[in-house]
């Protein structure tokens, strides 16, 4: 492959230089222009374009929990009672009755767990596992998850 040469801030650039100034302009669909606040620096984080010096991750990441890291775990719970014939797990089998589902994302990868409810182990459910390339989706699957696992009536 060739290398190209980089000449300097094009309508691209999203109203930023490579250096965190305003690039000169508006940038159609930018939400800013360079007659703007200027960028926030590393000692907010998560805010404006620098790197987050806490966390390591640009922008401060907008984790799911709230956490700001990225890979760091971020889940999801509710209570559940599934229908006739449970929740297969991994490690017991068949869970029935008043269960706890959490939604876990790690990694890229989003795991199901359930436990008795207000009990302390954890079960991995079978088949509960899926890369997910974007943590902004755990609520989506978690939502599904539900949806499909809580049978009260049956």
């Known amino acids: 492959m060739g290398e190209q040469a980089v000449t300097g801030p094009e309508s691209t650039t999203a109203g930023m230089t490579a250096d965190g100034s305003a690039a000169p302009g508006a940038v159609p669909g930018a939400g800013m222009n360079a007659d703007g606040p200027p960028a926030a620096t590393a ?4 805010a404006g374009m620098q790197a987050d010096a806490e966390s390591g991750t640009a922008g401060g990441g907008a984790g799911v929990a709230g956490t700001g890291v990225a890979g760091a775990p971020q889940s999801r719970t ?19 009755g008043e269960l706890t589902l959490r939604s876990e994302y790690v990694d890229g990868q989003v795991r199901l767990t359930v436990q008795y409810k207000d009990a302390d182990e954890w079960y991995a459910v079978t088949g509960g596992r899926a890369a997910l390339a974007d943590p902004a989706g755990l609520d989506a699957v978690h939502t599904i998850a539900v949806g499909l696992l809580n049978r009260p009536e049956g």
């Open 43 to 46: 000692a907010v984080p998560g």
């Open 78 to 96: 509710a209570d559940i009672v599934p229908g006739p014939g449970g929740v297969m797990t991994d490690e017991v089998g068949v869970v029935t």
